[in-house]
């Protein structure tokens, strides 16, 4: 062998050890895909609200923002809106189901079976959004409303799932660990905790939260469906415009990164 081989083979090898002792961490828990794994938050927006949707774009790309939107009843998307679709994943984001027909899995399993369930809500669900366009890689039960068998099972369609967490009058935002993704708790099912108006987590508490993400390098996980510059009367499910974006300005200046449920997909593989 000669002496340049020796020397480029011990160079590959030193490379190959060094990936190696990156990715075991030692301790053989850390995952490779974790030494990509910054503090940030994940923007997630469920229901059908495109249009909606669309019009905070600008908003969006002003700040560099990514989100993920769960869209339910994707039989009734016009092209209009389709259109629109496809300019929001051009832009970044992400299309995830949030069921064929917005059933409440709970109630549902009550009366019939966990095969109905996947045959009704998730298998057209995701045939139809491929077809147009949109794969969807993540799910987000409508209400909230799961159990770990339905985890189970549903895992085999997606990466990830997303349930709901709320706060209450003890527990805030900043120590609600549930709504939290940290390097050592990465399971593909998470919590998001709503941030419409309704929901009474207030601007400071958010920022709060968002604090606790950057010190402790974990993920913030939020929800939300419809942006509005402020609820008409007695309209729940809203985010205000200017709530939605002090949080986009708050994260992107304290430079933490907006992930998608395809980026939390992959870290938590
Ligand atoms: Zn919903």
Partial sequence: MSRRLSRTLNVLLLVAMMLFITCSGFIGVTSCSSRNFEPGIMLTFDDKEIEN?????????????KATFFITRSYLLTEDELSMMRALQEDGHVFGSHGYDHKNAIEFLKSSSLDDYIKEEITPSIQLMTEKGFEPMGFA???????S???????KYFSILRATVVTTSEVRIKNLNKAYISKNNMSKIIYGVGIDDSYGNTLKEIMEGIDRAKKNGEILVF???????????????????????????????????????????NLVE
Avoid: Q
């Fill in 223 to 265: 929800y939300s469906h419809v942006i509005k510059e402020k609820p008409d009367h007695d309209e729940k499910y809203v985010t205000s415009k200017s709530i939605l974006e002090e949080i986009l300005k708050y994260t992107s200046a304290k430079g933490l990164k907006f992930y998608t449920a395809s980026e939390i997909g």
């Fill in 149 to 155: 068998e339905l985890d189970h099972t549903l895992l």
């Fill in 141 to 147: 039960y409508p209400y909230g409303s799961h159990t």
């Fill in 53 to 65: 949707w669309y019009s905070a774009r600008d908003l969006f790309n002003k700040y560099h923002a």
